[in-house]
């Protein structure tokens, strides 16, 4: 049986295994040097506090890359990514973990395209990223 | 309806371009520390074999990745306090907080290492809404990347929020 979704295997309501991220100290700075991101808030804690976080606060971007390999991982490498939108409603902070999980709530056979629904949430449920993606499967 | 935060010199602007055109290389290297980063070790990043048989010239890169190959070097003397380089591209509004409010982004063609991109960011869209904590600016900048044969590969839609 074939490891990533097709159109004949993929139906609305069906939902993507759940990923689980976190970032921490080091995380974070390889990712601020990896995007040339030097904003204070992601590597200096004291900073953050001083701007009213929390505490070091994990990119919107970073969060957003987890986004797409959230769908990549799911799709499988002869799918196509076709559109991701997010909304940033909360901020993540350093060693928090986060999930990502989302539900099929559209397809198109015709054009084996799948529309998804997703959401970041904190472990106490909070809605940290509202999400949709939209895919071509591999067998189209 | 409460006064404008938006100033009409800042409305004119709308459709202007506040950056680029911008021309850079894909570069493995960059990429893949961009993936490593991220934590996503997909082989189609780092395995020429698997990329070729998911249909890919060659290796191609996290689909965010680009908007981070296409920052500019700076240099360090002109951060500002909170570490942020300044913005000569900012537009003028009557706020006092700027916020990610989010992104849309369309993956037209697919970028492989070694491809040329071209990024060119308009003001796409300004205006002033009302929420429940009073009013608004939603600041919507659209970047378009171009590959080195004229192919549109991504837009994106980056939201702003300003209160």
Redesign the interface.
Same mark, same amino acid.
């Given at each position: 049986m074939n490891k990533y979704p097709t159109v004949g295997s993929t139906k609305v309501g069906d939902d993507l295994p759940v990923m689980r991220?976190s970032a921490n100290e080091a @995380?974070l700075f =390889?990712?601020s040097?990896?995007?040339?991101?030097?904003?204070?808030?992601h590597y200096?804690r004291a900073?953050a506090h001083f @701007?009213g976080h929390e505490d070091t606060v994990v990119h919107?971007? =970073?969060q957003?890359? #987890?986004l797409?390999?959230f769908v990549?991982?799911w799709a499988g490498?002869?799918a196509? =990514? =076709?559109?991701? @939108? #997010?909304?940033?409603r909360a901020s993540a902070f350093v060693d928090e973990e986060v999930q990502f999980s989302g539900t099929v709530i559209a397809l198109d056979a015709a054009e084996g395209v799948v529309e998804l629904e997703i959401v970041e949430q904190r472990s106490d449920g909070t809605t940290l990223?509202p999400a949709k993606a939209w895919v071509r499967l591999e067998d189209h | 309806m409460s006064s404008s935060l938006i100033p009409s010199e800042s409305l004119a602007r709308v459709g202007e371009v506040l950056a680029g055109p911008v021309t850079v290389p894909i570069d493995r290297r960059e990429a893949q520390r961009y993936a490593y980063a991220v934590g996503d070790e997909n082989p189609l990043y780092f395995d020429e074999k698997a990329a070729h048989a998911a249909g890919y010239r060659t290796i191609t890169v996290p689909p965010l990745f680009i908007t981070h190959a296409l920052v500019l070097p700076k240099p360090a003397n002109t951060l500002r306090e909170d570490g942020l380089y300044e913005d000569t591209t900012s537009v003028q509004l009557e706020v006092s907080r700027m916020m990610f409010g989010g992104e849309e982004w369309d993956f037209i063609e697919p970028v492989c290492v070694g491809d040329e991109i071209t990024a060119t960011t308009r003001l796409a869209d300004l205006d002033q809404k009302e929420g429940s904590k009073g009013p608004f600016v939603r600041l919507v900048r659209e970047t378009t990347f171009v590959n080195q044969d004229e192919q549109v590969v991504a837009r994106s839609r980056q939201i702003g929020i300003a209160r």
């Open positions: 991220k @995380e =390889l990712y040097a990896a995007s040339f991101n030097p904003h204070r808030i200096d900073y @701007e919107g971007p =970073l957003g890359s #987890w797409t390999q990549t991982d490498p002869n196509r =990514l =076709l559109s991701v @939108e #997010w909304q940033n990223m | -």
